[in-house]
């Protein structure tokens, strides 16, 4: 199993960034994915989750109606459309999956948010 996340950087209160996760080694479209971030001296946290399907997604209260998590099942991509970025926002960003009762993690994927 291999989860590359991609799009970080540094964005200003207000704006905007995508979040995209590349997986491969094992049957994506069969399983739930799920975002989480990790701010400096802080806990991981569960930020976003989506169902195989599509159909269905759960979100952090923190984050609920300015991020939205996707996933295309051909390309095996798993996405977290953030906007109205807050300093708070600040974290490292993983993309997560659970296979077989096995944890997997990206390497994450750095989020600054700063005027």
């Known amino acids: 199993v291999q989860l590359v996340e991609s799009g970080g950087g540094v964005v200003q209160p207000g704006g905007s960034l995508r979040l995209s996760c590349a997986a491969s080694?094992?049957?994506?479209?069969?399983?739930?994915m799920s975002w989480y971030r990790q701010a400096l001296g802080k806990e991981r946290e569960l930020v976003a989750v989506?169902?195989?399907?599509?159909?269905?997604?759960d979100y952090a209260d923190s984050v609920k109606g300015r991020f939205t998590i996707s996933r295309d099942n051909v390309k095996s991509t798993v996405d977290l459309q953030m906007n109205s970025l807050k300093p708070e926002d600040t974290a490292v960003y993983y993309c997560?999956?659970?296979?077989?009762?096995?944890?997997?993690w990206g390497q994450g994927t750095q989020v600054t948010v700063a005027s």
């Open positions: 080694g094992f049957t994506f479209r069969r399983y739930a």
């Open positions: 997560h999956v659970v296979v077989f009762s096995s944890e997997y």
């Open positions: 989506i169902i195989s399907g599509g159909s269905a997604t």
